[in-house]
């Protein structure tokens, strides 16, 4: 059975960082896209990152580049989420999924691993 699992989700204040951790077990996942996207109370779930766990291609979301960094570490079957000076506008659930498609061609319809979810909450 394919598990994605989150975790590292918080509360921490505005120009703060977090790291979250995204484990993937159940298959091999070469040649698959692993990422993150977010949802806002109210609002659609968008696209943050996502990364290539053959080449370690990645893609960002203009809202988070230069703060935001996504990787992979192959051995551990985990990607992580580096978030440096969070915003309050950062706040959202992060999702983690997972699916065969390329870190530019990232979409919600395209995927076939999802993680529960982690909340982040950024205070001003």
């Known amino acids: 059975q394919v598990q994605v699992v989150e975790s590292g989700g918080g509360l921490v204040q505005a120009g703060g960082s977090l790291r979250l951790s995204c484990a993937a077990s159940?298959?091999?996942?070469?040649?698959?896209?692993m990422g993150w996207f977010r949802q806002a109370p109210g609002k659609e779930r968008e696209f943050v990152a996502a990364?290539?766990?053959?080449?370690?291609?990645?893609n960002y979301a203009d809202s988070v580049k230069g703060r935001f960094t996504i990787s992979r570490d192959n051995a551990k079957n985990t990607v992580y989420l580096q978030m440096n000076s969070l915003k309050p506008e950062d706040t959202a659930v992060y999702y983690c999924?997972?699916?065969?498609?390329?870190?530019?061609?990232?979409?919600?319809?395209?995927?076939?691993?999802w993680g529960q979810g982690t909340q982040v909450t950024v205070s001003s």
């Open positions: 159940g298959r091999s996942f070469f040649g698959y896209g």
């Open positions: 990364i290539s766990w053959s080449t370690g291609s990645t």
């Open positions: 999924a997972a699916g065969l498609s390329s870190p530019s061609l990232f979409r919600v319809a395209t995927l076939s691993y």
